[in-house]
């Protein structure tokens, strides 16, 4: 071989090294696919699994229940049941519903429960005192077997998204009528009534039109 080939042969080697360690490089712990996350974190326990899970309450910052949304997986054998969930240091009481009749509610042995939504099973917490949207509260899982479960949870309000995942409305405050002055009776018309007969007034005559000669 003559020395340019030999030298034309060092020269394409050394690049092609030098693109290799750029793309090393590129694809270390600085990598910016590395940085990406999921929203909402996950956790396992067992056989049991919390996804997704999140808090959602009333818009604009509304008195009212709010709800947890999330998926419970079971894969194990046999169904477990959901006994509560709590608000880590709360003392708040969520109601636990099936999404069909009433009873338990069972997570089925290698399947899901999806909690919130409609036609679903839900978690409902009366109000939502101490829950400040765009933060985050730690949700305590309480199983039959499994035991206890924790998981983070993001609190949003029921809007875009959420808002087909969120809680009831808050019930409106009644309308009340000011004390001592009842409101007027449907069909009788208020004040005093006239003593006037309608169209011409009294003692008057309108003069006929006149004829023609």
């Known amino acids: 071989m ?6 034309g042969a060092l020269a394409a ?18 990598s910016q696919t590395l940085e990406v996350k999921p929203d909402n974190a996950a956790t396992a326990v067992g056989d049991i699994k919390l996804q997704n899970m999140t808090v959602i309450t009333q818009p ?11 998926q419970v997986f079971n894969n194990g054998k046999d169904a477990q049941e959901l006994q509560s969930i709590k608000v880590v240091g709360q003392g708040t009481t969520i109601k636990l519903s099936p999404a069909q009749g009433s009873g338990p509610l069972m997570v089925p042995a290698h399947g899901s429960v999806l909690l919130g939504g409609k036609g679903n099973a839900s978690a409902v917490l009366p109000d939502r005192q101490g829950l400040n949207d765009g933060g985050q509260v730690q949700l305590a899982f309480g ?3 499994t035991g206890e479960v924790r998981i983070s949870a993001f ?12 809680p009831s409305e ?4 009644p309308a009340t009528t000011p004390s001592g002055k ?32």
């Open 182 to 213: 009842p409101s007027t009776p449907a069909g009788k018309p208020s004040g005093a009534p006239s003593m006037k007969p309608s169209g011409t007034p009294q003692g008057k005559q309108t003069p006929s039109a006149p004829a023609h000669q």
């Open 170 to 173: 808050a019930p409106s405050a």
């Open 60 to 70: 604009d910052m509304g008195a009212g229940p709010a709800v947890i949304t999330g």
């Open 13 to 30: 080697t050394a690049l092609v090294l030098s693109i290799a360690t750029l793309s090393a490089c590129a694809a270390g712990n600085d």
């Open 2 to 7: 003559s020395s340019s080939l030999r030298r």
């Open 155 to 166: 609190v949003y309000p029921a809007k875009s998204y959420f808002k087909e995942w969120g």
């Open 143 to 145: 199983f039959k077997t």
